[in-house]
């Protein structure tokens, strides 16, 4: 599976979009991307996952580059309960394939 | 719904002694996985399992066993606990290997 970099850290303010970038720049065609969040101490939550369209749920908007080389997780309006450790991982969905965590970004809301 | 639970939340062992981490699925999902989280760090994958009667290794699988009898029970065994396996630990399930993992509330684990 391809290798993702993400910023250790970032801050936003509540009520203002968070935008996390990530970037894969060795993803291949068939590699998802996939984005997880873990709030303090509680287990990861799914947000969002994207091949090539972006992609928009209750959650989150996921914004892939033209190239693929990085997306960027977007969460509109954001609050103090989504300050978390956001998770960008690309995957093959394939049989037997797992979910391979990296370090992810810390993204601290404040009010 | 229930969806992944993890039995107990916490728990103290003595070095040597061994343990069983439970986890049960309701949502009928074939994949389900069991990770470490030690402190500061991101999750490593143990085992994993495809469907009843199929499991296979992740990344850090000494120490571990896992058995797989029933699409909903995917049950850990620490054989002779040590002080470096004092992590939390994560099971997850999920209904295709596409699809987002559902992911337990975590069981505390602390060798001494």
């Known amino acids: 599976d391809a290798k993702t970099t993400q910023p250790p850290s970032m801050d936003c303010a509540e009520g203002r979009a968070a935008n996390l970038p990530c970037n894969h720049s060795t993803i291949s065609g068939n590699e998802y991307v996939y984005w997880y969040r873990q709030i303090h101490s509680q287990g990861p939550q799914y947000i969002i996952h994207?091949?090539?369209n972006n992609e928009t749920n209750e959650m989150a908007s996921l914004i892939i580059t033209e190239d693929r080389k990085s997306s960027t997780l977007i969460l509109p309006h954001a609050t103090l309960r989504d300050t978390a450790v956001y998770y960008c991982i690309v995957r093959v969905v394939e049989y037997g394939n797992k979910l391979v965590f990296g370090a992810g970004t810390i993204l601290r809301v404040k009010s | 719904n229930a969806g992944v639970t993890q039995t107990p939340k916490f728990r103290i062992l003595k070095i040597g002694q061994s343990m069983t981490l439970q986890c049960a699925q309701d949502m009928n999902h074939n994949y389900m996985y069991w990770y470490r989280q030690d402190p500061g760090m991101g999750l490593k994958l143990i085992y994993y399992?495809?469907?009843?009667?199929?499991?296979d290794k992740g990344e850090v699988p000494n120490g571990y066993n896992v058995s797989r009898s029933t699409t909903e029970d995917f049950p850990l065994r620490l054989e002779l606990a040590a002080p470096s396996q004092t992590s939390v630990y994560f099971c997850?399930?999920?209904?295709?290997?596409?699809?987002?993992?559902?992911f337990g509330s975590g069981t505390r684990l602390t060798v001494v």
């Open positions: 997850a399930s999920s209904e295709t290997p596409n699809y987002g993992y559902t």
């Open positions: 399992s495809v469907g009843a009667g199929i499991t």
């Open positions: 994207g091949l090539k």
